[in-house]
Nanobody
Framework: VQLQASGGGLVQAGDSLRLSCAAS????????MGWFRQAPGKEREFVAA????????YYADSAKGRFTVTRDNAKNTVYLQMNNLNAEDTAVYYC??????????????????????WGQGTLVTVSS
């Protein structure tokens, strides 16, 4: 599976952005997907994840109430709607693919090592 993330940009605090991650070369509808982010000098951290069907979603505490992860299997795309952005959200955002079983464990779904395909990342910069 090849993943390509897009939709990043420079926004003001309080603004919204929608990131997209388009998949190709595999059976997208059979894999779970996750969003991670990595700020300069920091480790890659979990943001959100969604099951293969879209029925189950998971969020980091920092994302709850502000971010929404969805997917459209007909378009082989997963989205991350980000609202009320703040400066702490500034990072490169990555999408990754993993197995559905990974999502059942908080530790597993939060670990980048459990994701076996990654997109190239898209930069989100939030100015305060």
């Amino acid at each position: 599976v090849q993943l390509q993330a897009s939709g990043g940009g420079l926004v003001q605090a309080g603004d919204s952005l929608r990131l997209s991650c388009a998949a190709s070369g595999g059976t997208f509808s059979s894999v779970a997907m996750g969003w991670f982010r990595q700020a300069p000098g920091k480790e890659r951290e979990f943001v959100a994840a969604i099951s293969y069907s879209g029925m189950r979603t998971y969020y980091a505490d920092s994302a709850k109430g502000r971010f929404t992860v969805t997917r459209d299997n007909a378009k082989n795309t997963v989205y991350l709607q980000m609202n009320n952005l703040n400066a702490e959200d500034t990072a490169v955002y990555y999408c990754g693919a993993t197995s559905t079983s990974t999502l059942t464990s908080l530790r597993a779904r939060s670990s980048p090592r459990q994701y076996y395909y990654w997109g190239q990342g898209t930069l989100v910069t939030v100015s305060s």
